[in-house]
T-cell receptor, first 115, second 109 residues
Framework: AAGVIQSPRHLIKEKRETATLKCYPI?????VYWYQQGPGQDPQFLIS???????DKGSIPDRFSAQQFSDYHSELNMSSLELGDSALYFC??????????????FGEGSRLTVL | DAKTTQPNSMESNEEEPVHLPCNHS???????IHWYRQLPSQGPEYVIHGLTSNVNNRMASLAIAEDRKSSTLILHRATLRDAAVYYCIPQLGNTPLVFGKGTRLSVIA
């Protein structure tokens, strides 16, 4: 079965550079989530989209932005990168069912290293 | 958001049952209770969810207290592959999952 695809898997950037992460959700899923997981930390919710509209916003820095496109893939754009942005970035997708947000399926993550 | 309390870590012998507790005393009547786990070097993985009644699936069972202020995830026979961080997450409606600290489960062969 198709899973959530994230690219790139690994990315190395210098401070103050920009980075873009891509996420391809499971077909027919209507919600996409982005999470950031620093070393030794728990996943932190950044932002989500439902039917291509921004749905919820978490602890996403102002330097970051995200969008979901007409084909449902999503991109997380990060600018003015800082050392503290080094982390695993997970994308997840789900299909809402009534009041339940659905089972979240997570990708394998994109590891960003900022030097 | 409902706050959760889970043990930092637990240990189990292989092929024995494991009961992972979670307190969520501030949960509201419509919050679903989710359990996810994260194996080393992988993204989180759905385990089970419930609202009021106990739930079973191929991975685990979820026992929910009558007052819904606590729940227990039950792995009937722990395997080495079950070693992971287990997260108990109350979720209100369609709001995003907020991961807390979780319980790190070690399984001893």
């Amino acid at each position: 079965a198709a899973g959530v695809i994230q690219s790139p898997r690994h990315l190395i950037k210098e401070k103050r550079e920009t980075a873009t992460l891509k996420c391809y959700p499971i077909p027919r899923h209507d919600t996409v989530y982005w999470y950031q997981q620093g070393p030794g930390q728990d996943p932190q919710f950044l932002i989500s989209f439902y039917e291509k509209m921004q749905s919820d916003k978490g602890s996403i820095p102002d330097r970051f932005s995200a969008q979901q496109f007409s084909d449902y893939h999503s991109e997380l754009n990060m600018s003015s990168l800082e050392l503290g942005d080094s982390a695993l970035y997970f994308c997840a997708s789900s299909l809402r069912t009534g009041r339940w947000a659905g089972e979240l399926f997570f990708g394998e993550g994109s590891r960003l290293t900022v030097l | 958001d409902a706050k959760t309390t889970q043990p930092n870590s637990m240990e189990s012998n292989e092929e024995e049952p494991v009961h992972l507790p979670c307190n969520h005393s501030t949960i509201s009547g419509t919050d679903y209770i989710h359990w996810y786990r994260q194996l080393p070097s992988q993204g989180p993985e759905y385990v089970i969810h419930g609202l009021t009644s106990n739930v079973n699936n191929r991975m685990a069972s979820l026992a929910i207290a009558e007052d819904r202020k606590s729940s227990t995830l039950i792995l009937h026979r722990a395997t080495l592959r079950d070693a992971a961080v287990y997260y108990c997450i109350p979720q209100l409606g369609n709001t995003p999952l907020v991961f807390g600290k979780g319980t790190r489960l070690s399984v001893i062969a």
